[in-house]
């Protein structure tokens, strides 16, 4: 079980494939089942590496309220106990601004794609998104804001699937409550214009939490950025339209 420490805070990651190093940072209050359909598409080409960030899985859960730059710092931390001096970084909301933050702050970001996220947490209600663990019929329901209807209708099999993944891994309410404070003190719409990263933005066009415009405007203001809407998927397009969003990832990756 690798882990690694930022400080008192224990981390768990972990890592498969061979190649250069694609680091997966997850949304608020998610454990890394989210990313399940991406890890498969890129190990084997590239190495895979999943975190559970503080909070959600085997990784440690202080008490909040938590920081981007903290959660920045935590990545940071396992990149580097890794060995990986850089990586390309994918995040989705909550790990889509730690994935921005990180390349701000460090040169360990050789590319970044962003799914679902925005430059400012300010005027979001996550709210919607929450389900106790322990509770699969309020997992179920949270999903309502995370998935279009049409996703239910066509994948009941999945949903049920990830109910019980949201079971084991996702955050309680304290800590997703510190995760969801670090999204709305987050703001670097200011300093888009300072970054050089190649940046791919994917958005579902029919987010109801997180909406599609935010997805624009980060990528208009990004200087290396590009724009796409997954069309018909809601906030965890990632989740919903895996392979439309694995082709665009992996394209982008040869880009790079």
């Known amino acids: 079980m690798p882990t690694a420490r930022n400080g008192d805070v224990s981390l ?9 190093t694609v680091a997966f940072v997850g949304d608020v209050g998610y454990g890394a089942w989210q990313w399940g359909w991406q890890h498969a598409a890129v190990a084997g080409p590239y190495e895979s590496l999943v975190m559970d960030i503080r909070g959600t899985g085997r990784s440690d859960a202080p008490d909040g309220p938590y920081t981007v730059g903290q959660l920045a710092q935590d990545l940071e931390v396992v990149l580097a106990d890794h060995g990986a001096r850089n990586a390309h970084l994918v995040g989705a909301g909550l790990g889509g601004m730690v994935a921005l933050q990180t390349a701000f702050s460090s040169s360990r970001a050789a590319s970044l794609t962003l799914v679902g996220t925005a430059a400012a947490g300010r005027e979001l209600d996550l709210s919607p998104l929450y389900g106790t663990p322990t509770n ?4 179920r329901a949270s999903l309502d804001a995370a998935f279009s209807a049409d996703f239910f209708d066509e994948q009941p099999d999945v949903i049920d ?11 309680a309410r304290a800590t997703w409550e510190a995760q969801a404070a670090a999204v709305e003190r987050f703001d670097v719409s200011d300093r888009l214009y300072e970054m050089t990263t190649p940046t791919l933005v994917l958005h579902g066009s029919d987010d109801a939490v997180w909406p599609v415009e935010r997805g624009r405007e980060l990528a208009e203001g990004l200087p290396r950025g590009s724009f796409e809407a997954i069309d018909g998927a809601g906030h965890l397009a990632h989740v919903e339209h895996s392979r439309v969003v694995n082709d665009r990832l992996l394209d982008f990756l040869v880009e790079q």
Not at 12 to 20: A, I, K, L, Q, R
Not at 136 to 139: D, F, N
Not at 161 to 171: C, K, M, N, P, S
Request: aromatic share 12%.
């Open 12 to 20: 768990y990651y972990d890592t498969d494939g061979d190649g250069e």
């Open 136 to 139: 699969p019929q309020e997992c």
């Open 161 to 171: 699937q990830i109910v019980a993944w949201r079971g084991e891994e996702d955050a």
